[in-house]
């Protein structure tokens, strides 16, 4: 019978440097003869190749797979009735290997940066960036570029807080490899506090100048004295510890070492390379001066201008030709000034220092509110003790929080706290506070139960019970079991332990019957009749005398959670969009995706939400302002729930959408020019005349905020007057536009140019004014409105500020209406003019507030005015009659129930 493959060789893939195998089956008459083949050429058996043909089965064996192994394998069995082949195909894959890495750099702020890695491996290679532990994204100052063989990571404007360790992984189906490069941002060096500009003191006293500066990298001081450089001395040992060979247990030592050199001096203490801090087992604490002189000479200490005597507290050496002080269990109230004075009979000297004693951070206590409603505002708070200065931080699920318009963090003296503003479900979690200082950090965690204690459990009489929780939290942490509010302690018949273990996730619950038998047993949970099932499993036990056991078991289920997480996406506008992850966990799984805290989201025209095999979908058809924002995905089923976050950034054009109207100043006084713009920040705009860039100086003053850049002519002449008018340079959505600039002058005029640049990381826009003077027709110029009121529409309760900017000759009288009736600054209302900015600020609105607005300026040539509409609307009030039939309310409003 000739040879027939029964199973034949199929395709293998393996990795450099691992073993793999290809095998087949085959029948026919005895005996046969199997001869393998790599592309057409006979395999030669050896080290590399190994073939084995056993019960029917050939198998060909590749070790150390390397790239030259992949190829077609053929195998050809033989035997006196004809021959048969059969083939497949081996393919190697080589894992990602690293030919260029990124290299560490050191640059100034507002640099351009660039990580290039370049790497070789199997396609398709995939390129993640991280800064630290936390994942890159194209968006805001990055910019990752990515091609076959090569990927590179850009920074744009980088800030010292960019500063961190970023890292390229590349990975693949045969493997993961990763390589880093630190970037460090030099801050440069700014005084944060000055020396005082006078200081007096009496003659022969001493005294201490103090200054403090930031800044990157080490900073180095010097310090002159009438422009003359006045140097240090750095510390340095006259005497060492002596070395003790032996030592009696119990027995004190003492260990002594001098130093000279420019104070301040700080000592530190090491044992084994470990810092040893003063205690009841290490006492130190000393001050030491050299003293000369005829002898003899008496010696006098002082702390704080009070005397001190030798004692159990201090105790007063003198040897050879110095003098010192030690101080005995050293304590924070020991910090202050010492003084030494010394007396011969040639007259009188004295010099002083500082002590300075620092302490470890104790965290007491921190409380506040576990639970709350929504929109309801929730205060932790935390107190510690410790040497100053502190620095405070809050983190929620380790996640550090900073001020802003959900939460605000404030440190009082020796406590700190944290208040949430508007809660919502999402901001549920585990809050922590950390406070360090020069000795140390140290973070508090409230306990909480992980697994809690069953609600309740049934045991036969005279058995043995053990109930178990689990709780996680800052340690030390102290457990108290209580029965009916009775404490229980150990003894008699109970016994407690508190260690690192946890019961198991089932849960058993038992009953106990008497009768006749046979017994019909069926388990109800909220009247509805349970069956068999993966979750339930219900039991006969055998029986006891005359009584019966039955049990049901609720097996575990597996909490929800994130295989793949969610990633930050930046999309164009107008562009489609999804937000993907992979999740695993016991079925059924409920869904939710929440924007920004408190919009919860469905199915629409321009969004759909998916969750098919594992994978959660939030689609967005088509990207505008509106859905930018944060995303949570909420996965919740019968054993817990778990959120995942990522951030959605929709970047827009620049565009110029506002320019002042024909403006007119007289020659000396200031002119302010003002483009209103919007896109996605962060926009970078600059102002050019005649091709060079202007700067803020003497003439010209620029600024730009809240999407208005400003450039303010602080005196003005001829050649400053022109028209400006915007035209696109790059990137969609700009709109041309003119705006002329007029100057009163008695001379003749000359053409300049001016313009504004608005940089984007995807589209700028150039504002070219070419400016024209005029023959004068007045020395003064009436005030005229470059920025006007706008309508506004607000909800009682909320602060409201109206804004107007003026031009013309000052002084300016400014005037505010409300109704025709003249508004004074007072509680309700503040008014403030600054830098040709008229504002009105209403702290808290009221119905009343509602109404025609209106600011006048005057000045010498005249008047102008602008006005707009504010409509203030009511709380949303809901009034039901109280009964028990459900209601359907909007999450977002807020309700008043009356009966």
């Known amino acids: 019978m000739p040879p027939t493959f029964t199973k034949s060789l199929k395709r293998v893939d393996g990795n450099v440097g691992n073993d793999a195998s290809m095998d087949c089956k085959v029948s026919g008459s005895q005996p046969m003869t199997i001869v393998w083949f790599k592309d057409d050429q006979e395999v030669e058996l050896g080290a590399k190749f190994q073939s084995e043909f056993k019960d029917s089965s050939a198998t060909l064996r590749v070790n150390r797979l390397e790239k030259a192994d992949s190829g077609v394998y053929k195998c050809r069995a033989t035997n006196s009735a004809g021959s048969k082949e059969t083939s497949g195909t081996l393919y190697v894959k080589e894992p990602p290997v690293f030919t260029e890495k990124p290299e560490n750099q050191d640059v100034i702020p507002g640099a351009k940066v660039s990580f290039r890695a370049a790497f070789t491996g199997t396609a398709p ?40 360790k970023y890292t390229c992984q590349v990975s693949n189906d045969a493997g993961k490899v990763d390589c880093s490069a630190v970037l460090f941002v030099k801050e440069p060096p700014v005084f944060v506090r000055k020396l005082d500009a006078t200081k007096l003191v009496t003659s022969g006293d001493s005294t201490r100048l103090e200054c403090k500066a930031s800044g990157s990298p080490v900073i180095s001081f010097k310090w002159f004295k009438d422009e003359m450089e006045i140097s240090s001395e750095p510390p340095k040992f006259t005497r060492t510890p002596a070395r003790v060979s032996v030592v009696r247990p119990g027995q004190s030592k003492v260990f002594e070492c001098q130093v000279t050199g420019t104070p301040e001096i700080d000592i530190y203490w090491f044992k084994e390379g470990s810092e040893i801090s003063a205690g009841d087992r290490y006492k130190m604490a000393f001050i030491c001066c050299k003293i000369s002189g005829s002898l003899p000479i008496s010696v006098e200490w002082q702390k704080d201008g009070s005397k001190i005597s030798s004692g159990v507290k201090h105790k007063l050496i003198q040897q050879d030709n110095s003098v010192s002080v030690e101080i005995e269990h050293l304590e924070r109230s020991d910090a202050g000034s010492y003084s030494c004075k010394l007396t011969n009979a040639a007259g009188r000297c004295e010099c002083s220092g500082s002590l ?23 205060r932790f708070k935390s107190t510690f003790t410790g040497t100053p200065p502190f620095m405070v931080k809050w983190f929620k699920d380790d996640t550090e929080l900073m001020t802003g318009p959900t939460c605000f963090t404030g440190v009082d003296e020796m406590s700190c706290f944290l208040e949430l503003y508007s809660v919502a479900v ?13 000795a140390g950090s140290v973070r508090c965690k409230p306990p909480e139960f992980v697994l809690k204690l069953p609600a309740s459990k049934f045991v036969k009489r005279d058995e043995s019970l053990r109930l178990e929780c689990k709780v996680r939290g800052t340690a030390p942490l102290k457990t108290t079991w209580y029965k009916h509010d009775t404490k229980v302690s150990d003894g008699g018949n109970y016994r407690t332990s508190f260690v690192d273990s946890v019961a198991g996730k089932d849960v058993s619950l038992y009953c106990e019957m008497s009768g006749s038998a046979p017994f019909q047993v069926t388990w109800f949970k909220d009247r509805k009749p349970l069956m068999e099932s993966r ?85 967005v058809f088509k990207a505008d302002a509106t859905v930018a924002g944060r995303y949570t995905c909420q996965l919740r089923n019968d054993a817990g729930s778990v959120d995942c976050f990522a951030n959605l950034t929709v970047l827009e054009p620049a565009m110029i959408v506002d320019k002042p109207d024909t403006l007119s100043v007289t020659a000396g006084d200031m002119a302010a020019l003002e483009v209103k713009v919007c896109g996605t920040p962060e926009l970078v705009p600059k102002w050019f005349k005649d091709g060079m860039e202007l700067a803020t100086g003497r003439k010209y003053k620029i600024s730009f905020s809240q999407m208005i850049s400003s450039l303010n002519v602080l005196s003005t002449e001829k050649l400053d007057s022109g028209e400006i008018f915007p035209l696109p340079v790059c990137g969609p959505g700009a709109f041309p536009g003119s705006t002329y600039f007029h100057l009163e002058h008695c001379t003749n005029f000359t053409l300049k140019s001016l313009h504004l640049r608005l940089a984007h990381i995807a589209s700028c826009l150039l504002c070219d004014p070419v400016l024209s003077t005029a023959a004068p027709a007045y020395k003064t110029v009436p005030p005229t409105f470059t920025r006007k009121l706008k309508d506004w529409k607000m909800t009682v309760g909320e602060a409201a500020e109206m804004e107007c900017k003026v031009s013309g000759s000052p002084p300016f009288i400014i005037s505010w209406y409300h109704d025709g009736q ?78």
């Not at 300075?356 to 929730?378: E, I, Y």
């Not at 003019?833 to 009343?848: G, H, W, Y």
């Not at 809901?878 to 807020?894: A, S, W």
């Open 125 to 164: 290679l995939a390129v993640k960036w991280f800064k630290e532990e936390k994942e890159v994204v194209t968006g805001g100052i990055y910019f990752i570029k990515k091609d076959a063989s090569s990927s590179s990571l850009e920074l744009h404007s980088v800030k010292p807080s960019d500063s961190s």
């Open 356 to 378: 300075r004693v620092k302490g470890q951070k104790l965290l007491f206590s921190l409380t506040g509110r576990n639970a709350a409603l929504p929109n309801a505002t929730v």
């Open 426 to 438: 999402v901001q549920s979690g585990i809050y922590s506070c950390q406070v360090s200082n020069d």
């Open 535 to 619: 979750k339930y499993k219900m039991v006969a036990l055998p029986p006891l005398s005359h009584s019966a056991f039955c049990a049901v078991f609720v097996l575990s289920s597996e909490p929800p959670s994130f295989v793949e997480k969610l990633s930050n996406m930046t999309v164009m506008l107008g562009e489609e969009v999804t937000l993907m992850a992979t999740v695993k966990g016991s079925e059924p799984i409920t869904v939710s995706w929440v924007q920004d805290k408190d919009h919860v989201l469905r199915d629409s025209d321009n969004r759909k939400i998916t969750f098919e095999n594992n994978q959660v979908a939030l689609t």
């Open 822 to 899: 003249e508004i004074q600054s007072g509680p309700n209302c503040e008014v403030s003019f600054s830098d040709n900015s008229c504002t009105l600020r209403v702290p808290t609105l009221r119905l009343s507030d509602s109404g025609i607005y209106k600011c006048k300026a005057v000045n010498e040539a005249g008047f102008s005015e602008t006005s707009a509409t504010l409509a203030v609307k009511g709380q949303f009030l809901l009034h039901v009659n109280v009964t028990d039939k459900p209601l359907n309310l909007f999450h977002t409003k807020r309700y008043c129930f009356l009966s």
